[in-house]
Structures are given as C-alpha cells and as structure tokens.
C-alpha cells in the first residue's frame, strides 16, 4: 500500500530540506519524491493530527543555533505555517507532550530543556527555555559539561523524561498541562561514561529502556508511575565489539511490544537488533543484521517493518523483522544525509 513518508536530512547547501515521499513498501514502489527546501539541517520530527513540526538541529551560518517549524499536511501539499526563533544552543530532539499543546526540544550544546507553545491551528509560539541542567562526567572530551539528547513522555499524564549524555544522567520532570513548565522530581546517575542517548517505555508503561551512546549497553529500569525508576539491568548489546567501535544510535519497541530494536554505528560493526522481550528484564538476541551502514536512525512501521536512515549512504533502506529474523525489502536511493523518518 503507497504510504507518505516525510525524511529529515543534515544536507546543507545544495539541495538541502526535507524529503517527502509516496512509496509502496511491499512492494519495493517509488511513485514520487519532492524536496521540501524551508527548512535547514534538519533532525527529528514530531505529529498531531495533520501537522507536522520539524526540528532544526543547528544551521551552517548559525552553528549553536536550532528553532522548529511547523507545517500542515493537506492531502499532497506540504503548508509551511511558521517557525520559532532560534535557540540558543544546538538541539538534537524533538517531542510532543502528550496534551498536544507544547514541544520539548533537547538542547545538546547548552544541557537546556526548551518548551513551545503549540495553538489549535499548528501555530508555533513562545519558545523558552524550561530547565538547564548543570554538571558534567568523566570523559573530557564528550562530556565535559550537559549534552540533554533525548526527551519523551512517561507513560502516565504530566510526566516527562529526559537523557543527558554529558553528565550520565535520566532527568523526569513533572509539567503543567496549562502552560508546559517543568519541575525536576528525580535525577538518576548512570554508571560514568555511558553517556545515556535515548530511551523507550515498554508498551505497558511497567519498563523503561535506556540506550548508552558511548558503549552501547542497554540500561532497564521498573517504571512505578508518577515519575519514579527503579533500576534493574545493565545489559552490554555488543560484547565483541570494540570500544571506537560503539555508537548505538536508536531504541524503538515493536507495535505489539514483544521486541525491543536498538542500533549501532560503527565501522565493521553497523548493525540492526532485535531483542525478545518475554521477559522484559533481561532481553534476549533474536537477531543481528549487519547489511546496513551507519544506522543514524530508525523508525517501526506497522507489520514490523522498519526504516532505516544510512546516514553517509544518502540511502533510506526498509527492513521487515518476521519469523525472529530481518531480511530487506527495499531501498531508496539519493537521499542526501538522512537521519530520521516519520511515516504519515
């Protein structure tokens, strides 16, 4: 079935925006392509209903500097609505909060959590930021003050986590619904040097997944609501790769949340994994796929479908995990830098 497909690209200069896409995974079938060119260096995307906002990491005359911009999707047209000023720092995330009425934007260069208002008709304003974290951890070249990566939502109302990888910590916060302020309730160290990246909660809120950038091993914690991790497991996700060698990128969990998947890039050791999650405390390796190059990320498509961004490759590969085992179904070649993808 031909699906939309919206692609994020760090291209700069030629050629750069967003890719949109009408393709057929099933049946391996481009049917268009249209360069989006309004928005720059662009990373990760978040969606209410029919709009869709787009995180610009940093931009090549502004190096420190990310902002959003909001689009409405109507039938085959692309609407650019508006986009915030720019940050002060770089950004690396973008989220919506779970009453659809503000965004969360990781400040990686600063350690600074950013709220925007969103209003009923897509409209971006007021953005702001809502917390800086403080601190830094043990390696000195990566971690020599906050780097916030990550933000989502927990799985109970008015509750939102946060990874930093500069200072080896998850962050939770409790947010006002009314105006998208947030109060810090618990801050959770990691083991120095994991440098947490990004996180997923299992499908019945019970457990949370932290993916370590810097060493790819696979944190699990017991999510007891209301804000409050119990740490459980600490998992190393490739044992027999080097330490240069490690540098996961993505942690998504299956629609029907009995498989965790999780990526690495690194040279000679790029892979896609798969992990069972019947007991949803200690995972186990369904299966690696290596036929990939530099997974910068990923996203689950319905029937277990995923779409891979081969970063370096300008490629966006689809892979189909069944039977406890992934095979690939088809690429699309010449997307220039592709480093997220949301399916419409």
């Known amino acids: 079935m031909k699906r939309t497909y919206f692609v994020a690209s760090w291209q700069q200069g030629e050629n750069e925006g967003i890719t949109r896409i009408e393709y057929d995974k099933q049946t391996d079938t481009l049917f268009s392509r249209e360069l989006i060119g309004s928005v720059k260096r662009s990373s990760y995307f978040a969606r209410r209903g029919d709009y869709l906002f787009v995180l610009t990491e940093a931009q090549m005359h502004v190096p420190n500097g990310g902002c ?168 190393d996700l490739y044992p027999e790769a080097p330490e240069d060698r490690r540098q996961c990128s993505a942690i998504k969990i299956s629609s029907d949340g009995k498989t965790l998947f999780t990526a690495n890039r690194g040279e000679g050791y790029n892979s896609l994994d798969a992990w069972n999650l019947s007991d949803p405390e200690n995972p186990v390796l369904c299966d690696k796929f290596t036929d990939t190059y530099f997974p910068r990320d990923f996203t689950v498509l319905e029937d277990n479908y995923l779409a891979v961004c081969n970063q370096p490759a300008n490629q966006l590969q689809f892979v189909k995990f069944e039977n406890g085992c992934f095979r690939e179904t088809g690429k699309i070649e010449g997307i220039l830098m592709p480093v997220s993808v949301i399916e419409w």
């Open 68 to 235: 959003v911009t909001s689009y409405k999707i109507e039938n085959d047209k692309t609407v650019l609505l508006n986009r915030t000023e720019n940050f002060d720092s770089g950004v690396t995330h973008l989220n919506i909060g779970k009453d659809g009425k503000h965004l969360y934007a990781s400040g990686y260069g600063t350690g600074t959590l950013f709220v925007i208002d969103v209003d009923k008709d897509g409209y971006l304003s007021n953005a702001r930021v809502a917390y800086k974290n403080e601190g830094s951890s043990i390696n000195k070249f990566r971690q020599e003050s906050p780097h916030m990566h990550f933000t989502t939502p927990a799985p109970d109302n008015g509750y939102i986590c946060t990874c930093d990888l500069g200072t080896d910590e998850i962050l939770v916060f409790n947010t006002n619904e009314e105006n998208g302020d947030v109060i810090k309730v618990s801050s959770l160290k990691t083991s120095l040097g994991y440098g947490p990246r990004h996180m997923v909660f299992s499908k019945d809120g019970k457990y949370a997944y932290v993916l370590c950038e810097m060493n790819y091993h696979l944190l699990i914690y017991a999510y007891e609501g209301t804000g409050d991790l119990e740490f459980i497991n600490d998992i």
